[in-house]
């Protein structure tokens, strides 16, 4: 599903990422671990497609993205990949199945359909009856739902989470652990995660650890 080789990336005179290789399997969930500054969100971004490396190759769903434009790399990022951020970055202004619908539009599908996924998925994830709500009037854990199953509305081939249960309590990390199996089991969907949550990496396929911009074995 995503093989990446010799990934660097600096900031100025800053070496955050010193040749990073890093392979996961359709259907995985793998998480990556390690101090803060290792560069472990860098790294995730550069996969996402959301900032770009200086050296390396990205081979994504059979594809090399390396050398996409921006707007090819746009265009491939809203069809095949979904994002789940620490904060859910919900637009105000909209309906949770509009925050939903939003990368579907976006995409150029027909609003109906889109919508129609939209409640099947926050139905799945038990947020039929909250559909209507505006993100203000849902709990953290439910904001947190709805940024997963917009993440999902375009059936990406990879979801990358960063920090996804970060700002939330114990509880509803919890909750959240349990539905990235459930997708995983129900849609054999795949995850790549940062993380500093030790249950949440203890219960993935595979942990990676990194530290000052490398993958170490411990």
Known sequence: MLQAKGIKKKYGSLEVLK??????????????????????????????????????????????ITG????QLAFFRNRYIGFVFQFHHLLPEFTALENVCIPG?????PKEAVEQRGRELLGHLGLAERAEHKPQALSGGEQQRVAVARAL???????????????????????????FFRLRADFNQTFLIVTHNEELAKMSDRVLHMKDGRMTDV
Do not use: C, Y
């Open 68 to 71: 996409m434009t921006d707007r």
């Open 105 to 109: 539009w976006i995409a150029g599908k």
């Open 153 to 179: 509305i375009n059936e990406p081939r990879i979801i990358f989470a960063d920090e996804p249960t970060g700002n939330l309590d114990s509880a509803n990390a919890r909750d959240l652990h349990d539905l």
């Open 19 to 64: 040749g990073v290789d890093i392979e996961v399997k359709e259907g995985e969930i793998v998480s990556i671990v390690g101090s803060s500054g290792a560069g472990k969100s860098t790294l995730l971004h550069i996969l996402g497609t959301l900032d770009k490396a200086d050296a390396g190759q990205i081979g994504l769903n059979k594809t090399e």
